[in-house]
């Protein structure tokens, strides 16, 4: 396929017995929330990796719902790491039931830490901080940048990806979210992929991206863009208030922008700088965003 459409892929899996799939977040969320696509229609899969951006349990139940034949795999790494670090059902020491979540554990030729990122001090299992790696896979440094590297790399040779996540009981990590995405409110922190997992939950919203937005008294608060299913007419304030039953109080959603796009690169992520540069210049754009209660 030159370009992505759900018809499609289901037709060149049936035609052509796809048994191993490789898919980035997008496809996975299509997938999960198409009503064109059926248990049967992807039935001779019979393994799943995906990357790029955290799956929450939900999707990830929803998803494997149209593919009951199939395990699934997370992957994590980065391209000045190698750029595999870990992967599910690929690096396991030994054979592990896959959680929902995980990437699997590190690969052999690397060391990993969880650090507290203000403080850089060691963190125990099951408690997220920045992820840091260190081996011979890691680069060298960022060419003609010994400034960028050294805030990289550290004295001890670790480098600090960025990403917080933790390691549990078992070595497996789990990505939480980019630690310079994370939305700080009053002092809490928020992950943003935390909420998007949630709000693709509900039956009328087709993709959802979390951007912090500036707020005067609680510093930044957390506001959605919402593509709509098809035919839905959800309001803001239902997308509030089904987000406040499920959360926190410092998690809950401020403002909604309903949008015919949410901005990925090719591998997926979101572009959450783009979708900050349109609450910078007020909103507008080209695909007609706009709130509505």
Not at 167 to 173: R, S
Not at 178 to 204: D, N, S
Not at 279 to 287: C, N
Request: aromatic letters at 6%; hydrophobic letters at 40%; proline letters at 6%.
């Amino acid at each position: 396929m030159r370009k992505f459409e759900i018809g499609a892929l289901v037709e060149l899996v049936r035609a052509h017995g796809v048994t191993v799939a490789p898919f980035v977040p997008p496809i996975v969320v299509e997938i999960a929330k198409s009503p064109r696509v059926g248990a049967a229609d992807l039935a001779s899969i019979r393994m799943v990796m995906s990357g790029a951006a955290p799956m929450g349990k939900d999707l990830q139940d929803a998803f494997m719902a149209k593919i009951p034949n199939a395990v699934l795999g997370q992957g994590y790494g980065m391209t000045e790491a190698g750029p595999v670090l870990a992967m599910c059902l690929a690096f396991a020491k030994e054979p592990f039931e896959v959680k929902s979540g995980s990437c699997g554990t590190v690969v052999r030729n690397a060391e990993l830490k969880i650090v507290d990122p203000d403080t850089s001090a060691s963190l125990g299992r099951n408690q997220p901080g920045e992820i840091c790696i260190r081996g011979e896979q890691i680069m060298k440094g960022y060419l003609n940048d010994p400034e960028a590297t050294k805030n990289t790399i550290d004295k001890d040779g670790w480098l600090h990806t960025g990403d917080i996540g933790y390691v549990d009981d078992d070595d497996e990590i789990f990505i939480v979210d980019r630690l310079k995405e994370i939305i700080k409110y009053k002092g809490f922190q928020v992950p943003p992929a935390e909420l998007e997992a949630l709000l693709i939950t509900h039956p009328e919203i087709k993709d959802a991206a979390v951007v912090s937005m500036k707020d005067e008294v609680a510093g930044e608060v957390p506001v959605a863009f919402i593509i709509r299913s098809e035919g839905s007419e959800i309001s803001e304030n239902e997308i509030k208030q089904f987000v406040a039953k499920e959360v926190v109080f410092y998690k809950r959603i401020n403002r909604v922008f309903f949008t015919d796009s949410i901005p990925k690169n090719p591998s997926g992520k979101i572009l959450r700088k783009d979708l900050r540069a349109r609450l910078a210049a007020g909103i507008p754009s080209s695909d007609n965003t706009q709130s509505k209660s």
